[in-house]
């Protein structure tokens, strides 16, 4: 069953049997805030993840993710979390800093 940790945000563990979804569809269906300015299309980095641990088990990137890259908007272990896809196991990220909601309570 493939499990999702958002570190900063005080460990919140989301375990689903839905495999192939989108890391932010895992995310909102939690009921939890992720900034998506885009509509989740790809077109921005507002939804940018920093992958602690498991990027083996998400989705290779796609163009959209390959030209912010190249653009050096985002770092090696960023992904965009409207693009990327929890395949299987488990997956340690966090919010990246200039993503963070101010209505939230981050954790370190």
Known sequence: MPRLVIQN???????????????????HENG???????GKKGRCTTCKMSVVKGQE??????ESELLYRNQNRLKPNERLA???????????????????????AYTE
């Open 9 to 27: 945000l005080g460990n919140l563990t989301i375990a689903t049997e839905h495999v192939d979804r989108k890391v932010i569809e895992l995310i």
């Open 32 to 38: 939890t805030d992720w900034m998506h300015a885009c």
């Open 57 to 62: 088990n998400l989705s290779t990137e796609t």
């Open 82 to 104: 409207c693009q990327s896809i929890l395949l299987k196991g488990e997956l340690h990220i966090r919010v990246a800093e200039t993503n963070k909601f101010p209505h939230l």
